[in-house]
Nanobody, 114 residues
Framework: QVQLVESGGGLVQPGGSLRLSCATSGIAFSINAMGWYRQAPGKQRELVASITLSGMTNYANSVKGRFTISRDNAMKKVYLQMNSLKPEDTAVYYC????????WGQGTQVTVSS
């Protein structure tokens, strides 16, 4: 069965950094593009970063230059390095396949506040 487990979130001050990890199972990880999504209170879930099976990346304009997505096919994991965090980055962050999402995991909470 498909399982997506996010970790690495926490409370950080503006300008700080966090590295999120996503452990996957039950999917053909190496042939699926992956994405990081986030959902802030009162807002729709949005795609913030994606990475193809070949390593090509895309980012939402709001996070370009600050976030970096990467993947480890051998470990079936995807990561999101978040730098220069802003209060508006506060959200629950989720990972999933990009084109055809599987059931969502629990996500990991990121709170940016002073």
């Amino acid at each position: 069965q498909v399982q997506l487990v996010e970790s690495g979130g926490g409370l950080v001050q503006p300008g700080g950094s966090l590295r999120l990890s996503c452990a996957t199972s039950g999917i053909a990880f190496s042939i699926n593009a992956m994405g990081w999504y986030r959902q802030a209170p009162g807002k729709q879930r949005e795609l913030v970063a994606s990475i193809t099976l070949s390593g090509m990346t895309n980012y939402a304009n709001s996070v370009k230059g600050r976030f970096t997505i990467s993947r480890d096919n051998a470990m079936k994991k995807v990561y999101l390095q978040m730098n220069s965090l802003k209060p508006e980055d506060t959200a629950v962050y989720y990972c999933n396949t990009l084109a055809y999402q599987r059931p969502w995991g629990q996500g990991t909470q990121v709170t940016v506040s002073s």
